[in-house]
């Protein structure tokens, strides 16, 4: 006990000294720590913005730690702990949400925090939609879609041609690779068994459609390898375990394009989705200032622009989609490649986070325990 | 050694016991080629047949004076063979296996196998001998492999954890030491390394020197609730790493070494310090008492006694402990999950992470070296031991 107590109250010393310390020199923290998802992504965002803020900014340092993934549950941990040790975090526009109803991430003023656009567009019109929370700084707009491999023998010189041949065994014979949820392969299993596209919410709804779509993922239950992290899924169609499946768009980009991987995407019924920054609550003044200053350099219109040259996910600026050029090393058009682009939007979904956020309890168990069966 | 002399002497065995024996191993050679070629029946069959008949030829036609001859021209045989079926690596596969028939044809047809078992033996417990060592080694093939795999892996020429069909044909341009050179060259590769370079050494002076001291403090007879306090001290090693860790968390972060560096060693210190106990605890059994008398009685005072005498005989107990500390500080990765922060990011946690967001063949580069450091300490915990064995005159070494 007294030494609980003397320990304390050393901390609390060091602290206030600290605290003391940082406020007499400077305004704005010289070091950030800013979580994100590591890999091709990560190293866009270093290129695109953290480098050249770093550049203009001398003497700030950056420390990254690659723990979005479980960035919602270590956010409560450090809440709880109170013991907030991350300044800016990459989640996902659902993990925004969640973060935000629970009060861990902080509340912006996005007209007020972010650059306008260069026509003086202010920032929320700007980015528009893609504000899904009062919480949320988007950045890029993803998709989850589908590729195939492109040297299957037993397919005969057929290739698919939509998201159905996905439940095609007979056409396209091979394993499959899909993530271990329900989302999208729900969507994705309803539509191929003849559910008009815009029914699918409707009938997903029911009782009876969720056993339509279960059944329908039953067909290629005994052919799947279900994955929980993108690489994987990338990794066991490189090594040709399964011949289609799904994964991030950028990570078949970067395993197509970059790693010439005998791969070829399949567009057709991907499903958008969107990432972007968020503050947790509770930073001291100093740091809060800094991840500001930074957020505006970095969520500016050339800087989104310039993230589409390393990765191909579509910059979530309006006024950034005429700014993207080539890849930065290859020199190709990146445009072709955006989820966004046109010629691969057929069938389009938005994911729908309202209808999961009432729905995904309930359809999460129940595609578990189909999962088990 | 007393198993190279000959105790049994060697005869020529019947036909009727050699052939089906040793046909019976190419049948089962013959069942993966054959089913590697698409028809494993017939691999069955044509195994069997033509290892007999290789028997037979040995047997009757060359003999033990062309023994030597015959075996040179098994492997050439099964080299070509392998070669025309599988390209360079069946090359490779076939002069094993040719060079493995030559032995085995004359090891099971003249009788070898008994050379130096006693003559009394049944043919069941002959079989037992060789099936006991079978098994052993296929438990061993079980430890070792997952670990093997890696190895060629990680000098895959693509970025993905597969055996290319370069790898496999042993084209030198399916290999690369590409992910080798990333390691080396990557920053945050290096931080990493770094951090689990200044992370560990310090845990483990800790781990050694609290935990020495505590298992001699324990070894003393007198020292009440000894089992009690054994038991608390040993805790880190039994209760699961993520309830030790979970609790660290919370604890860490109320006093303000959450975070940070202090923390991260102190923890890794707290789950070496069983290893150390344990370690000079059993060296201190072997340890004569009556040394720290005698020391005692030539005017030495305890501290003098401590290092001048008693310190030199547990060494090898205490560096075993502290290798185990080191080794247990390197390799862990909830804890720090946990107790660090991005700023104290070690070799696993950069590994942990890397595997989860892209499974890049540079974990398994880092996995190779960290096997080898790993397998360089552990033949130093050995060799001590022997020394500590020697020291107490346990063996004549």
């Given at each position: 006990?007294?030494?609980t107590?003397t320990l304390l109250a050393t901390t609390a010393l060091t602290v206030a000294a600290a605290g003391?310390n940082a ?6 923290a010289d070091s950030m720590t ?27 340092s950056?420390t990254?730690d690659?723990s ?6 270590k956010?409560?941990a450090m809440?709880?702990a109170g013991n907030i040790t991350w300044d ?196 001291s003044?100093?740091k ?86 | ?190 931080q990493a390394?770094r951090n689990s370079l200044m992370i560990a050494p310090v845990a483990?002076l800790l ?37 030790s860790a979970a609790g660290m968390y919370f604890f860490y972060s109320r006093i303000g070494l959450q975070g940070t560096y202090v923390g991260v060693v102190l923890a890794h210190a707290a789950l ?57 500080s390197?390799?862990e990765?909830?804890v720090v999950l946990f107790v660090g922060s991005a700023n104290q990011q070690t070799?696993?946690w ?48």
């Amino acid at each position: 006990m007294k030494l609980t107590k003397t320990l304390l109250a050393t901390t609390a010393l060091t602290v206030a000294a600290a605290g003391a310390n940082a406020e007499s020199h400077v305004e704005m923290a010289d070091s950030m720590t800013i979580v994100s998802w590591g890999g091709a992504y990560q190293e866009s965002q270093l290129k695109a913005y953290v480098e050249p803020y770093m550049e203009q900014n001398p003497g700030v340092s950056v420390t990254w730690d690659e723990s979005s993934p479980e960035a919602v549950a270590k956010l409560r941990a450090m809440d709880e702990a109170g013991n907030i040790t991350w300044d800016l975090v990459d989640v996902t526009a659902a993990d925004a949400m969640r973060l935000c109803d629970e009060g861990l991430a902080m509340e912006v003023d996005h007209d007020e925090i972010l650059a306008e656009a260069p026509d003086g567009t202010p920032a929320t019109e700007d980015f528009g939609d893609m504000i899904v929370s009062d919480c949320f700084v988007p950045q890029i707009a993803y998709s989850i879609t589908n590729a195939y491999r492109t040297d299957v023998d037993e397919w005969e010189g057929r290739t698919p041609e939509d998201i159905c041949a996905l439940f095609d065994t007979e056409n396209f014979p091979g394993n499959r690779t899909l993530e271990r949820r329900p989302i999208n392969n729900m969507e994705w299993a309803l539509m191929c068994d003849g559910v008009a596209f815009e029914d699918i919410y409707d009938v997903l709804e029911t009782e009876e459609g969720q056993q339509q779509a279960l059944d329908k993922l039953d067909t290629i239950k005994d052919q799947t390898i279900w994955w929980t992290s993108a690489a994987e899924s990338i990794q066991t169609l490189a090594d040709a375990e399964a011949v289609i499946g799904s994964s991030y768009n950028g990570r078949f980009f970067s395993a197509i394009v970059e790693q010439d991987q005998p791969l070829e995407m399949l567009w057709d019924a991907q499903v958008y989705d969107i990432d972007g920054w968020i503050i947790p609550e509770g930073l001291s003044d100093e740091k809060l200032a800094r991840v500001e200053h930074f957020l505006k350099f970095a969520t500016d219109t050339q800087r989104l622009a310039d993230q589409a040259k390393y990765i191909s996910y579509g910059p979530a600026r309006a006024s950034s989609v005429p700014l993207v050029s080539t890849h930065a090393e290859l020199g190709i058009e990146m445009a072709p490649h955006m989820p966004t682009n046109p010629d691969n939007s057929d069938n389009a979904f938005v994911q729908n986070y309202e209808w999961w956020a009432d729905y995904r309890d309930d359809i999460d168990a129940k595609f578990q325990a189909w999962l088990a069966r | 050694m007393s198993d190279t002399v000959v105790i049994t002497e060697t005869k020529t065995l019947p036909y009727s016991f050699t052939l089906p024996v040793v046909g019976g191993a190419g049948a089962f050679f013959g069942l993966f080629v054959g089913t590697a070629q698409g028809s494993g029946l017939l691999g069955v069959v044509i195994g069997f047949v033509l290892c007999a008949a290789l028997a037979w030829v040995a047997l009757s036609l060359a003999g033990v004076k062309n023994e030597k001859g015959f075996k040179w021209g098994c492997i050439a045989l099964f080299l070509v063979a392998g070669f025309l079926v599988g390209g360079a690596p069946g090359l490779v596969l076939g002069g094993l296996f040719g060079w493995f028939l030559g032995w085995f044809i004359y090891w099971i047809g003249r009788g070898r196998y008994r050379m130096f078992l006693p003559p009394y033996l049944t043919g069941g417990q002959v079989l037992w001998h060789y099936s006991f060592r079978v098994i052993c080694g296929a438990i061993f093939v079980f430890l070792i492999t997952p670990i093997l795999v890696v190895m060629p892996l990680s000098f895959n020429a693509e970025n993905f954890f597969t055996f290319t069909p370069e790898m496999l044909s042993f084209d030198p341009a399916g290999y690369s030491l590409r992910h080798y050179r990333d390691f080396f060259s990557s920053a945050e590769w290096q931080q990493a390394l770094r951090n689990s370079l200044m992370i560990a050494p310090v845990a483990t002076l800790l781990a050694v020197g609290f935990g020495t001291l505590a298992a001699i403090g324990l070894s003393q007879p007198h020292v009440p609730f000894r089992q009690a306090i054994m038991a608390i001290l040993i805790s880190p090693m039994i209760v699961p790493l993520i309830i030790s860790a979970a609790g660290m968390y919370f604890f860490y972060s109320r006093i303000g070494l959450q975070g940070t560096y202090v923390g991260v060693v102190l923890a890794h210190a707290a789950l070496g310090i069983p290893f150390v106990i344990i370690t000079v605890t059993a060296t201190l059994v072997g340890f004569d008492r009556s040394l720290t008398r005698a020391a005692a009685n030539m005017g030495a005072n305890p501290v003098t006694t401590f290092f001048r005498v008693q310190m030199p005989l547990i060494l090898p107990g205490v560096i075993s402990g502290g290798l185990f500390a080191f080794i247990t500080s390197f390799d862990e990765v909830v804890v720090v999950l946990f107790v660090g922060s991005a700023n104290q990011q070690t070799l696993p946690w950069q590994m942990f992470t890397g595997l989860r967001e892209q499974i890049s063949p540079t974990i398994l580069a880092v996995a190779t070296i960290l096997v080898g450091i790993s397998i360089v300490l552990l033949t130093t915990v050995e060799l001590l031991r022997r020394r500590s064995e020697r020291l107490r005159g346990l063996s004549p070494g």
